[in-house]
């Protein structure tokens, strides 16, 4: 059906639309567009059909879209569970690499136990380093901090001719 959030953009600005255009426009049900006149959204005057301007409608939903939001701070991974942005359990995580430079960083949450995850960039991750122990791959380990040889280190003893 709909999406979960209407993306006030695609609103003309200059335009005014009826209940069922809007609804239309977003994908939405007549009724969600009714209920967002009950919950703020202006309408140009109480006589049918009602008709809302197209600057209101992008204001609206611009304001709905920002209300909901909740950033992360550095350190903070947010748990869709409790739906808050949280420092993870015992301030550990691990990183998950996606690409050479971005990856997920992924912890639990302390109240829940939830799996959180946070998109991270290797460039940024310092942020991150100073207020979580986080645990890398072993490729992304420097071999100098290795203690363990590399694989192929003692190649040539093992040939014999």
């Known amino acids: 059906m709909g999406k979960r959030h209407p993306n006030p953009r695609r609103v003309k600005k200059h335009r005014s639309y009826t209940v069922e255009e ?3 426009l977003f994908g939405v049900h007549k009724n ?20 809302i301007f197209g600057q209101e409608l992008a204001n609206f939903l611009e304001a709905k879209r920002t ?12 748990c869709v569970k409790c739906r808050t942005p ?8 691990e990183y ?3 690409t050479e430079k ?4 992924q912890a639990i ?35 100098i901090n290795s203690t363990a040889p590399a ?3 003692d190649l040539k003893e093992g040939i014999k001719s």
Do not use: Q
């Open 22 to 24: 809007v609804a239309e």
């Open 32 to 51: 969600t567009v009714r209920n967002w006149i009950k919950t703020g959204l202006s309408v140009i005057d109480s006589k049918r059909p009602m008709l």
């Open 67 to 78: 209300k909901n939001k909740r950033p992360c701070k550095p350190g903070e991974m947010y």
């Open 86 to 93: 949280k420092f993870p359990a015992e301030d550990m995580a």
């Open 96 to 98: 998950f690499p996606d």
């Open 102 to 105: 971005v990856g997920n960083l």
């Open 109 to 143: 949450c302390p109240d829940c136990g939830t799996m959180m995850n946070r998109r991270v960039s290797l460039a940024k991750i310092n942020a991150f380093m100073n207020k979580l122990d986080i645990d890398f791959p072993l490729n992304l380990r420097h071999i």
């Open 151 to 153: 694989v192929n280190s």
